[in-house]
C-alpha cells in the first residue's frame, strides 16, 4: 500500500505564492509519473501539473507560467510551486499517484 500525504497550503493574497508538498511512503517499487489535482468549490477536480518518472511535466493551460511542478525521487516527494496566485485558484489540492490519492489540501487565495 502506498500512502500519499500533501502539506503546504494556506491563505494567502492574491500575488503570493505557496510551496505544496507530497510525500508517498508504503511499498514503493518504483518512480511512478505523479500528479497535481485541484477542485475548487462547485467544480470537477481538474488536472493542474504532472511529472513523469524521468522528470518531464506538463501543466493545465490556465496555470502555465505561473506553476513548477518538480519532484526529488530520493525523498519520493511532489512539489507544486505556485507563484502569481489568483482568487481562481483557489481549490482544495491533491495529489495522485501509485494507484492512490492523498487527503488534499486547502489553497485559498484572497483578492
Known amino acids: 500500500q502506498v500512502q500519499l500525504v500533501e502539506s503546504g497550503g494556506g491563505l494567502v493574497q492574491a500575488g503570493g505564492s505557496l510551496r505544496l508538498s507530497c510525500v508517498a511512503s508504503g511499498s514503493i517499487l518504483s518512480i511512478s509519473a505523479m500528479r497535481w489535482y485541484r477542485q475548487g468549490p462547485g467544480n470537477q477536480r481538474e488536472l493542474v501539473a504532472a511529472?513523469?518518472?524521468?522528470?518531464?511535466?506538463s501543466y493545465a493551460n490556465s496555470v502555465k507560467g505561473r506553476f513548477t511542478i518538480s519532484r526529488d525521487n530520493a525523498k519520493n516527494t511532489v512539489y507544486l510551486q505556485m507563484n502569481s496566485l489568483k482568487p481562481e485558484d483557489t481549490a482544495v489540492y491533491y495529489c495522485n499517484s501509485y494507484g492512490k490519492w492523498g487527503q488534499g489540501t486547502q489553497v485559498t487565495v484572497s483578492s
Open positions: 511529472i513523469t518518472a524521468g522528470g518531464s511535466t
